[in-house]
């Protein structure tokens, strides 16, 4: 007997979707894996040029309607953030396993109500945590696992851009993103740092968000061009903040889209009381009693994270893992980024109630 194909449909295909998701989508049903049955965009050309480069079935331009349309077993959603909730909501309730671009959604009560969907309707729903995926970070989650660092005790989470506002889509507009660097790029190494250390439970967050150059007109992007009326820029471009979670375990964080800095960085660190990790250089950080001990991963395999990562959903789908992104760590990530925007609004430390 033929088997069956999970019926796959994506939502929102700009960049991220035709970069990073379709092209796998695409790969996976030449394995026979999965059918793409559609893709939707509200910017028609887009959804037709989409459909045309991945062989999509059928094009839609209302996404309530491609989810009346089809039975769908697995919606992508690719959209920018103001539609993430609303749209996996829709389509868990009509029956498909959700995988949704970072960050989960605009702030905590939509998470809520999506993993409250996920639940009710008893399907898998999943944020698109890339970097849980790659070979690097893999390798470091193992190591901690082994109980080679110790205990656990704080973690820094950099991604520092010297320019590098987005020039495409609706990044630089709070109604359609929320924020800027902290929720687009500081989401993926908070919940990398977080999940290194073992999802504790947030308490607290204290924290400042600064706009300094999105609204010039003479902003300088560099490679990043001059995208969009300096005037509508209404969100951050630099933060900063200090988390506070169970257990005595705190995390800095700092993040920029432009920053007077040398160049580009990011990174990961967690301390421990036997060792330390560092993604730059990538390796455990040690002592053993007479002096100081460095073991460098050199040897990993070069394995983009998003292909990982929808491969891994679909097992999901199939029934074969349990999703690897929780949706309440998703949820208690989204609290940490509400509470630094609240704490950098009300200049004080914010407390967090953690799921
Ligand atoms: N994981 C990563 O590394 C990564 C990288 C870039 C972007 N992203 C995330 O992906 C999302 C999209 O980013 P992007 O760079 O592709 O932006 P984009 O603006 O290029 O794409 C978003 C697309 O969604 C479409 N859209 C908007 N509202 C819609 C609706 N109601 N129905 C259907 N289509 C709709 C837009 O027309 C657009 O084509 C964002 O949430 C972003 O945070 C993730």
């Known amino acids: 007997m033929a088997k069956m194909k999970l019926k796959v449909g994506v939502i929102g295909v700009g960049a991220i979707a035709d970069e990073r998701h379709l092209p796998y989508w695409h790969e996976l049903e030449a394995e026979g894996r999965v059918e793409l049955i559609g893709v939707c965009d509200i910017r028609k050309d887009r959804a037709e040029e989409m ?9 839609y331009f209302d996404y ?3 989810l009346r349309d089809g039975q769908y077993d697995i919606i992508d959603v690719c959209t920018q953030n103001r539609f993430h909730a ?3 909501v829709a389509a868990l309730k009509a029956g498909a396993h959700v995988l949704v671009e970072k960050p989960m959604a605009m702030n905590a009560a939509e998470c809520r109500a999506m993993i409250k969907a996920a639940t009710s309707a008893k399907r898998r729903l999943m944020v698109a945590q890339h970097m849980r995926f790659e070979a690097p970070n893999e390798k470091l989650k193992e190591v901690i696992q082994s109980g080679r660092l110790g205990q656990v005790y704080s973690a820094n989470a950099t991604y520092l851009r010297r320019r590098g506002i987005p020039g495409w889509g609706k990044f630089h507009l709070r109604r359609e993103s929320l924020g800027g660097p902290l929720i687009d790029i500081g989401v993926h190494v908070m919940d990398l740092a977080v999940w290194l250390m073992g999802c504790p439970k947030p308490i607290a967050a204290s924290g400042k968000v600064y706009r300094k150059f999105g609204d010039r007109d003479d902003l300088c992007n560099g490679d990043w061009g001059e995208p969009y009326p300096p005037s509508e820029f209404d969100v951050e471009d630099y933060a900063s903040a200090y988390v506070r979670f169970e257990k005595d375990i705190t995390m800095t964080v700092e993040v920029s889209w432009a920053a007077n800095i040398a160049e580009e ?3 990961i660190t967690i301390l421990g009381d036997k060792a330390g990790i560092s993604t730059d250089p ?8 007479r002096s100081l001990t460095s073991t460098r991963f050199d040897w990993l395999p070069n394995q983009e994270g998003h292909r990982m990562e929808i491969r891994h959903f679909t097992e999901c789908v199939e029934g074969k893992l349990p999703v690897r ?3 309440a760590e998703s949820l208690r990530i989204q609290q940490i980024i509400d509470a630094i925007y609240e704490s950098s609004r009300r200049n004080r430390e914010v407390p967090i109630k953690a799921v």
């Open 51 to 59: 459909a045309a480069k991945y062989g999509a079935r059928s094009v």
């Open 64 to 66: 309530q309607k491609m």
């Open 86 to 88: 609303p749209i996996t």
């Open 265 to 267: 960085r990011s990174g």
């Open 282 to 289: 990538l390796g455990l950080y040690g002592y053993d009693g």
């Open 325 to 327: 992104v929780q949706p």
